[in-house]
């Protein structure tokens, strides 16, 4: 089960590819299914979540907040696969539309499960990759559940805290 | 933590005003004014509200507000209780916890003339619907409103009786106006909609059944009566997340069924036009009587309302 990984560092002896990314767009919402809002930046907090998020530790508004997760403080999601998903199934996503918090560009997701990485100036480290729910396709009306198996993105906690901005880096620690 | 899971879109009541023919408006927003999730042209919500009651209610703002969600509602005492507790007990500043949006007017794209006829109350769905024509530049169509004396909502009907927009009908002394007559014989060019109490649907339905079927739309507040099966079997529900079995009794519903063994599912219309109760099935031949599911949707879900199963066990995804 994805979601029940027990993610660990991942030994230095794990192949990593070579990669550098951006942060492409940056969404949040307050409350369990509003619309998700673009912003120009988030502020992280170390061990919480984003000021403002519906799964801010403390806030707990999310429509999974009931089911407490620390690795759900951020999660990211491929600029890639809103690519792959109108090339594979047909269907228009947009970047506010997957609910995760930051969309990157150049960033290979699956591999950073139990890994550190720089956001911008915040520290992460991924726990689990997403995994896609119904929730998603009640909300936007669109059949995107299997088309998003094994793609749905990344939860991580924060170790740094700062401000992340559309157009940082992302970067291995 | 939170302790229970957020089901609903959490709403503060922001304004609550008399609307005329025994109707009050409720504005609901977010508490912060967030964006709300949109809503096509007559499209409904849920309301939860205190003691269980789910009530389904058509939105009348246009869907181009994104910031709140207006309804209209008529004082029912005679009702089942949601409208009585609105009118009483809601006061401006309250939280009510509603659904997404669901449904809207469903009208073919190519029909270029609209006629809509409403009943009273039943003129919501066609003010989001008339806000969402006017602003898209597709101002060609009626509205009929037939009302005892004056009709709810009479400040956002009178602007549209100077457009040429809006016909108010006052039952009370011309009686109500030949359906027949008023919608005229089938054009290839429009569309249809009705809205209003059982018997105008049932006039409406007869006047229009010689139109294709995708030229016309009726909006239901009130369920028709399931035709009683005389045939009806006992069969299982085998839940598959809990493990748990309920036995449906021979002409019993799912979803009291459900309820009877402590299964609390949301539902509002009970008659399958609302979709408050959709519940996923996994393995058996379920029976669909709703009016809401479309037949991929029927693939893998049910309303649990209204359906029934063709065998004796159904697997159901709770």
Redesign the interface.
């Known amino acids: 089960m994805l979601d029940t990984v027990d993610a660990k560092i991942s030994p230095n002896k794990a192949v990593i590819p070579m990669w550098t990314g951006l942060v492409r767009y940056l969404h949040l919402?307050?409350?369990?299914?509003?619309?998700m809002?673009s912003m120009p930046e988030l502020r992280l907090i170390e061990g919480k979540g984003i000021v403002g998020d519906r799964y801010m530790i403390g806030r707990?508004?999310?429509?999974?907040?009931?089911r407490?997760e620390e690795g759900r403080q951020v999660t990211l999601f491929e600029l890639e696969t809103l690519i792959a998903l109108k090339r594979d199934a047909n269907v228009e996503l947009g970047p506010e539309e997957h609910r995760r918090n930051v969309t990157v560009e150049g960033v290979p997701l699956n591999h950073l499960v139990g890994r550190r990485f720089w956001l911008g100036e915040t520290l992460l480290e991924a726990t689990r990759l997403s995994i896609p729910c119904r929730h998603i396709e009640?909300?936007t009306g669109k059949a995107i559940f299997d088309p998003l198996i094994n793609r749905s993105g990344l939860n991580c906690k924060i170790l740094k805290d700062g401000i992340v901005r559309v157009g940082d880096a992302v970067r291995n620690a | 933590?939170?302790?229970?899971?957020?089901t609903?879109?959490?709403t503060i009541v922001e304004k609550i005003d008399d609307v005329g023919a025994g109707a009050k408006r409720f504005v609901l927003a977010?508490p912060?004014h967030?964006?709300?999730?949109?809503h096509r042209p007559g499209a409904h919500i849920d309301l939860h509200l205190p003691g269980g009651l789910v009530r389904t209610y058509s939105l009348c703002n246009d869907p181009a507000d994104?910031k709140s969600y207006v309804i209209a509602v008529k004082r029912e005492d005679a009702g089942r209780g949601g409208s009585v507790f609105l009118h009483d007990r809601i006061k401006t500043g309250d939280t009510i916890g509603v659904t997404?949006p669901r449904g809207g007017l469903r009208l073919d794209e190519h029909a270029s003339r609209l006629v809509f006829v409403a009943g009273g109350i039943g003129v919501t769905p066609f003010l989001s619907m008339a806000a969402f024509l006017k602003r898209t530049g597709r101002s060609s169509f009626k509205l009929h409103v037939m009302a005892r004396g004056q009709p709810p909502l009479a400040d956002l009907l009178v602007p549209m009786l100077k457009t040429g927009h809006v016909f108010i009908h006052d039952t009370a002394t011309t009686g109500r106006p030949d359906l027949a007559s008023l919608v005229g014989d089938h054009m290839p060019d429009i569309g249809l909609a009705c809205c209003g109490p059982q018997g105008m649907i049932a006039d409406f339905e007869r006047a229009t059944k010689d139109w294709p079927e995708v030229r016309v739309h009726v909006e239901r507040f009130v369920a028709p009566p399931l035709p009683v099966d005389p045939d009806a079997k006992p069969y299982t529900l085998a839940l598959s997340r809990s493990g748990r079995e309920i036995h449906v009794r021979a002409g019993q519903s799912m979803l009291s069924a459900l309820q009877e063994g402590g299964i609390d599912i949301p539902a509002s219309c009970c008659g399958g036009i609302c979709g408050s109760c959709k519940v996923g099935w996994l393995e058996g031949r379920p029976v669909h009587r709703d009016r809401v599911l479309s037949p991929a949707e029927r693939e893998r879900s049910l309303m649990v309302c209204v359906a029934g199963s063709a065998n004796d066990r159904l697997v159901l995804d709770l």
Do not use: C, N, Q
């Not at chain 1, 919402?29 to 619309?35: I, V």
């Not at chain 2, 933590?1 to 957020?6: K, N, R, T």
């Not at chain 2, 967030?34 to 949109?38: D, F, I, Q």
């Open positions: 919402t307050p409350r369990a299914f509003l619309p809002r707990e508004e999310g429509f999974y907040s009931h407490p009640e909300i | 933590m939170s302790p229970v899971a957020v609903t879109i959490k977010d912060d967030w964006e709300l999730p949109p994104d997404l």
